[in-house]
Protein backbone atom coordinates (compact mmCIF):
# COMPACT_ATOMS: atom_id res chain seq x y z
CA UNK A 1 0.00 0.00 0.00
CA UNK A 2 1.14 3.62 -0.31
CA UNK A 3 2.48 5.49 2.13
CA UNK A 4 2.25 9.09 2.48
CA UNK A 5 5.11 11.44 4.94
CA UNK A 6 5.74 14.50 6.17
CA UNK A 7 9.12 14.87 3.37
CA UNK A 8 8.96 18.34 5.26
CA UNK A 9 6.18 20.81 6.86
CA UNK A 10 5.55 21.79 3.64
CA UNK A 11 6.07 18.65 1.21
CA UNK A 12 4.62 15.60 1.62
CA UNK A 13 6.44 12.35 -0.11
CA UNK A 14 4.03 9.92 -1.33
CA UNK A 15 5.84 6.08 -1.55
CA UNK A 16 4.49 4.28 -4.24
CA UNK A 17 4.89 0.59 -4.56
CA UNK A 18 3.00 -0.70 -7.17
CA UNK A 19 0.53 1.21 -5.63
CA UNK A 20 -1.01 4.66 -6.12
CA UNK A 21 -2.55 7.60 -3.93
CA UNK A 22 -5.16 10.20 -4.62
CA UNK A 23 -3.93 14.51 -4.79
CA UNK A 24 -5.68 17.46 -5.01
CA UNK A 25 -4.90 18.30 -9.49
CA UNK A 26 -1.50 20.00 -10.12
CA UNK A 27 -0.32 19.68 -6.27
CA UNK A 28 2.70 17.36 -7.34
CA UNK A 29 6.14 19.32 -7.88
CA UNK A 30 8.20 16.40 -8.35
CA UNK A 31 8.85 13.04 -8.71
CA UNK A 32 10.74 9.79 -8.91
CA UNK A 33 10.59 6.77 -10.52
CA UNK A 34 8.35 4.82 -12.86
CA UNK A 35 4.98 6.72 -11.78
CA UNK A 36 1.83 7.13 -14.00
CA UNK A 37 -0.63 10.65 -13.55
CA UNK A 38 -4.22 10.90 -14.77
CA UNK A 39 -7.15 12.39 -13.94
CA UNK A 40 -9.60 11.19 -11.23
CA UNK A 41 -12.10 13.44 -12.65
CA UNK A 42 -14.82 16.11 -10.25
CA UNK A 43 -16.02 13.40 -8.30
CA UNK A 44 -12.64 12.22 -6.56
CA UNK A 45 -12.83 8.48 -8.65
CA UNK A 46 -16.30 7.52 -6.28
CA UNK A 47 -18.26 7.65 -9.46
CA UNK A 48 -20.77 9.62 -10.66
CA UNK A 49 -22.99 10.47 -7.87
CA UNK A 50 -20.59 11.74 -5.87
CA UNK A 51 -19.38 14.00 -9.07
CA UNK A 52 -23.37 15.32 -9.06
CA UNK A 53 -23.20 15.99 -5.65
CA UNK A 54 -19.75 18.00 -5.43
CA UNK A 55 -21.40 19.87 -8.17
CA UNK A 56 -24.80 21.09 -6.63
CA UNK A 57 -23.09 21.71 -2.91
CA UNK A 58 -20.28 23.74 -4.27
CA UNK A 59 -17.91 21.22 -2.44
CA UNK A 60 -15.21 21.21 -5.11
CA UNK A 61 -12.79 18.47 -5.39
CA UNK A 62 -10.97 17.63 -8.30
CA UNK A 63 -8.55 15.06 -8.01
CA UNK A 64 -5.26 13.36 -9.81
CA UNK A 65 -4.34 9.59 -9.40
CA UNK A 66 -0.74 8.69 -9.14
CA UNK A 67 0.17 4.88 -9.78
CA UNK A 68 3.16 2.85 -9.99
CA UNK A 69 6.18 2.86 -8.42
CA UNK A 70 8.68 5.63 -7.23
CA UNK A 71 7.86 8.58 -4.98
CA UNK A 72 6.20 11.74 -5.80
CA UNK A 73 6.58 14.77 -4.14
CA UNK A 74 3.25 17.03 -3.12
CA UNK A 75 2.87 20.90 -2.29
CA UNK A 76 0.35 23.55 -2.74
CA UNK A 77 0.68 27.34 -2.78
CA UNK A 78 3.80 27.05 0.15
CA UNK A 79 0.81 26.20 2.79
CA UNK A 80 1.89 23.65 6.06
CA UNK A 81 0.99 19.87 5.44
CA UNK A 82 0.09 16.92 8.21
CA UNK A 83 -0.52 13.45 7.33
CA UNK A 84 -2.97 11.62 9.79
CA UNK A 85 -3.51 8.26 9.89
CA UNK A 86 -7.35 7.24 9.61
CA UNK A 87 -8.00 3.17 10.88
CA UNK A 88 -11.88 2.66 10.17
CA UNK A 89 -12.80 6.65 10.98
CA UNK A 90 -14.56 9.32 9.05
CA UNK A 91 -12.60 12.34 8.64
CA UNK A 92 -14.72 15.70 7.89
CA UNK A 93 -12.92 17.96 5.76
CA UNK A 94 -13.07 20.96 3.91
CA UNK A 95 -11.93 20.18 0.77
CA UNK A 96 -9.79 23.24 -0.27
CA UNK A 97 -7.39 21.59 2.49
CA UNK A 98 -7.19 18.41 1.39
CA UNK A 99 -4.14 17.23 -0.35
CA UNK A 100 -3.46 13.23 -0.64
CA UNK A 101 -5.19 10.27 0.56
CA UNK A 102 -3.67 6.73 0.67
CA UNK A 103 -5.13 2.96 1.30
CA UNK A 104 -8.52 1.75 1.36
CA UNK A 105 -10.23 5.14 1.39
CA UNK A 106 -13.78 6.48 -0.13
CA UNK A 107 -14.73 10.41 -0.44
CA UNK A 108 -18.41 11.67 -0.08
CA UNK A 109 -20.16 15.10 0.55
CA UNK A 110 -21.85 15.83 3.85
CA UNK A 111 -24.82 17.91 4.51
CA UNK A 112 -23.34 20.08 7.62
CA UNK A 113 -26.74 21.75 8.57
CA UNK A 114 -28.66 24.82 7.54
CA UNK A 115 -27.72 28.06 7.51
CA UNK A 116 -27.52 31.72 5.57
CA UNK A 117 -25.87 31.78 2.65
CA UNK A 118 -23.27 34.57 3.44
CA UNK A 119 -20.02 32.52 3.63
CA UNK A 120 -19.34 29.53 1.59
CA UNK A 121 -17.53 27.30 4.54
CA UNK A 122 -19.73 24.83 6.70
CA UNK A 123 -22.76 24.37 4.78
CA UNK A 124 -21.27 21.41 3.01
CA UNK A 125 -18.04 19.24 3.86
CA UNK A 126 -16.07 16.71 2.24
CA UNK A 127 -15.66 13.52 4.09
CA UNK A 128 -12.69 10.91 4.10
CA UNK A 129 -13.96 7.17 5.43
CA UNK A 130 -12.29 3.73 6.05
CA UNK A 131 -8.63 2.45 6.55
CA UNK A 132 -5.37 4.51 5.47
CA UNK A 133 -3.61 8.13 4.81
CA UNK A 134 -4.77 11.53 4.75
CA UNK A 135 -2.59 14.69 4.46
CA UNK A 136 -4.07 18.17 5.02
CA UNK A 137 -3.09 21.78 4.19
CA UNK A 138 -3.29 24.57 6.57
CA UNK A 139 -2.45 27.86 6.26
CA UNK A 140 -0.19 29.95 8.48
CA UNK A 141 1.44 27.72 10.04
CA UNK A 142 1.23 24.04 10.75
CA UNK A 143 -2.52 22.79 12.32
CA UNK A 144 -3.45 23.13 15.89
CA UNK A 145 -5.03 20.09 16.63
CA UNK A 146 -7.92 20.86 20.03
CA UNK A 147 -9.33 18.17 21.98
CA UNK A 148 -13.30 17.97 22.49
CA UNK A 149 -15.06 16.65 25.23
CA UNK A 150 -18.67 16.69 26.94
CA UNK A 151 -17.66 18.75 29.68
CA UNK A 152 -15.45 21.13 27.30
CA UNK A 153 -17.19 21.77 23.77
CA UNK A 154 -15.43 23.78 20.98
CA UNK A 155 -16.36 26.80 19.08
CA UNK A 156 -14.18 27.57 16.00
CA UNK A 157 -14.31 30.37 13.48
CA UNK A 158 -15.66 28.48 10.02
CA UNK A 159 -12.85 29.97 8.23
CA UNK A 160 -9.70 28.45 10.49
CA UNK A 161 -11.93 25.27 10.47
CA UNK A 162 -9.99 22.42 8.82
CA UNK A 163 -11.23 19.04 10.04
CA UNK A 164 -12.94 17.18 12.74
CA UNK A 165 -13.00 13.22 13.65
CA UNK A 166 -14.52 11.52 16.24
CA UNK A 167 -18.18 11.12 18.26
CA UNK A 168 -18.83 14.83 17.22
CA UNK A 169 -22.04 17.12 16.57
CA UNK A 170 -21.78 19.87 14.82
CA UNK A 171 -24.22 22.75 15.30
CA UNK A 172 -23.85 26.38 14.27
CA UNK A 173 -23.62 29.80 16.64
CA UNK A 174 -24.81 32.52 15.34
CA UNK A 175 -25.21 36.06 16.77
CA UNK A 176 -21.04 36.34 17.44
CA UNK A 177 -19.68 39.55 18.98
CA UNK A 178 -16.29 38.95 19.02
CA UNK A 179 -16.29 39.32 15.18
CA UNK A 180 -17.18 43.00 15.47
CA UNK A 181 -14.99 43.33 18.51
CA UNK A 182 -11.71 42.49 16.17
CA UNK A 183 -13.50 44.75 12.92
CA UNK A 184 -15.04 41.49 11.17
CA UNK A 185 -18.48 42.51 11.21
CA UNK A 186 -19.28 42.21 7.44
CA UNK A 187 -22.35 39.84 6.76
CA UNK A 188 -23.89 37.02 8.56
CA UNK A 189 -21.76 36.50 12.24
CA UNK A 190 -21.72 32.58 12.66
CA UNK A 191 -19.24 30.00 14.55
CA UNK A 192 -19.09 26.39 14.54
CA UNK A 193 -19.58 24.72 17.46
CA UNK A 194 -18.84 20.97 18.43
CA UNK A 195 -20.02 18.87 21.14
CA UNK A 196 -19.01 15.03 22.19
CA UNK A 197 -16.05 13.08 22.27
CA UNK A 198 -13.25 13.87 19.40
CA UNK A 199 -10.53 16.14 17.79
CA UNK A 200 -11.32 19.52 15.93
CA UNK A 201 -8.20 20.57 13.75
CA UNK A 202 -7.74 24.36 12.53
CA UNK A 203 -5.30 26.92 10.80
CA UNK A 204 -3.94 29.72 12.24
CA UNK A 205 -5.05 31.95 9.04
CA UNK A 206 -8.64 32.27 7.99
CA UNK A 207 -9.80 31.64 4.08
Not at 48 to 60: D, I, N, Q, S
Not at 98 to 103: D, E, I, Q, T
Amino acid sequence: MAQLFEQSKKVVEAHLANSGIRAISGSMVAYEGAVQFKSAGFGGGDGVLAGMKRRATGEKLSLMECGGNGRVFLAVNGQYVSVVNLNNETLQVESQQLLAFAGNLRTDVRFAGVRGASSGQGLFTTTVSGQGQVALLSAGGPLIHLEVSPQFPLVVDPDAFVAARGNLNQSFVTDVSWRSMVGQDGGEAFSLRWDGQGVVSIQPAER
